[in-house]
């Protein structure tokens, strides 16, 4: 009778399974200790946040709330147009002070007791600093400079807001690379213009999203109109590329190499069986932008971003985890501010294919949630992921694979001390 | 001159009645309600504009929304994908609308209407949610006697969609 060894429930005792990084314990989707410390080591920890787009504030005043990790963040732009991110709370009694996702103001101010702030996050004034009518106050010594609203280290790469709670972290395209930061020069190396936002909440862990983006192996066989439509195949040319710490990956097909694999008649996977002829064709017009033959492609950075680009339709998601078990996945679709009209429409019609009613990727909104359903009642069991072997390396000719789902595993383990 | 003032007042005379607004506006709730979403596409007409889209963007008048449909062809595909290639846990809407107010349309043989409504999701665990609520702003026409609408925006109150949206609203 096999005799099952005593779970060690303490997140500081956690071990990994031996296999390493082709394996991930269901525990750690579902675990409530794990989730607080993901907090502090990944999220307020060394690593760089996606806060938001430059052009979402474009005028001295304009600020937004977003989240990193559960954190609550305020980005500002000051009258001298820098940009800010701070903690969304009163460094008073802990309430937001910021409770609009976008607005435009000479300070921000706590409405609980009027604590007020610069657009910096430095206190300016308290009320009845000095009491009223002689009586009450703050006492004598009072600093006022020495209560703000807690910082975070803010970088702009491509129009992008990076923030982090790290003082000493390197600068965004070190943590990105060279090969990740200059994929991501090429689809948001331009003024961006913001074409529509919504989110979507997903009833599963953060990181079943995270690997679900690095998934190439599951792209084609769960997403089918796809497939159908040939808009992506596996057998398309294209392959997977890992940063040097594997968190971030960019996964790409080129779609002028198409050739029918025997493996898709055969296998009778779900995908063949879809009537290619759409009947309304406008949904994939499209026009190649670039000329390096890539018309697909997803790149993740680590912890919390993607960004997409299905043939012409750009996007980029972020997620935040909600807890335990439900995040919140944002979509910003984009153009360039240089775009014709005949380019925005094509942009416009595209965006039919992802986002919470995509009809390419909607799938990814349930199917997460079916593994945080199926995996919850047994934290000791773990995934298998020996697609394309057991590497953690860049793998420029297939995208059968779960390379990239490993590296994220092995990026988590390497920041989380696991 | 004279022709073109009697013209435009003959198109005038074709523009849906209010009852057979509310007609369709009901008629619509009722057969996605029931199901039947492989009618959805024959409530518009054939170049018709549908667009699923958030209070947020529409305030900002941003044009990418969850859903656009140019066309009953798109509409069809949508309904095709629906069957044959999307995967989601099966769910069942119920729709609540409002009282329909109809006004004048930019478009002549148009009128404008608009309407709230509520959308509670039944899942198959039998999970009950209020999935949706928002506006529904149309323009109906009348093609051969039946009303149809020309150009349905939904606008969802809330940014945020839980799980995904794979029946039209």
Redesign the interface.
Known sequence: MPSIAPVDLSPQQFQWPPEGVTRAPYRLFTDHEIYQLEQQRIFRGRSWSFLGLEVEIPNPGDCKTTSVGETPVIVTRDMERSIHAMVNRCAHKGALVCLK?RDNVANLACVYHAWNYELDGRLKSVAFRNGVRGQGGMPTDFDISRHRLQPLKVQIFCGMIFGTFAEDMEDVETYLGPDMSGFIKRNLGRPLR??????????NNWKLYAENLRDSYHATL?H??YT?FKVNRLDMDGGILLSKHKWHHVSFARRAELTEASEYKDANVH?A???SA??????LQAWEEFDDGITHSIQTVFPNMCVQFTLNSLAIRFFAPRSVDKT?LFWI?LGYISDTEEQ?QM???Q??LT???G?VS??D???N?FVQRGTRADPQSSSFMEMGGRKVESEKNSRATETAVRGFWQGYRDIMGY | MAAKTRKIASIRVEAPTSDMVAELIADYAHTLDDGRIDLWPNFFTETALYH???R??HDQQ?????????????????V??FH??????PHSYNHLVGPVRIGASRSPGAVAARCNFQIVRTMEDGRMDLFATGRHFDEIVLEDGVARFSERVVVLDS????????VPL
Do not use: W
Request: charged share 20%; proline share 2%.
């Open positions: 996702r913001i074409l529509g936002t919504h989110s979507q909440t997903i009833h769960l089918t109109f159908t995908s069986s879809y009537d759409l009947e309304g064709p406008g949904l919140e679709y925005s942009r416009i019609m965006s039919n986002g919470a009613a009809l909607l799938e909104g349930c199917i949630e | 699923v889209t958030t947020e963007n941003l044009p990418i929304g969850i859903i656009r449909c140019a066309g009953r062809g798109m509409m069809a595909d949508r095709k994908a044959t290639a999307n995967i989601f846990e940014r945020n969609v839980d799980i995904l949206m794979v």
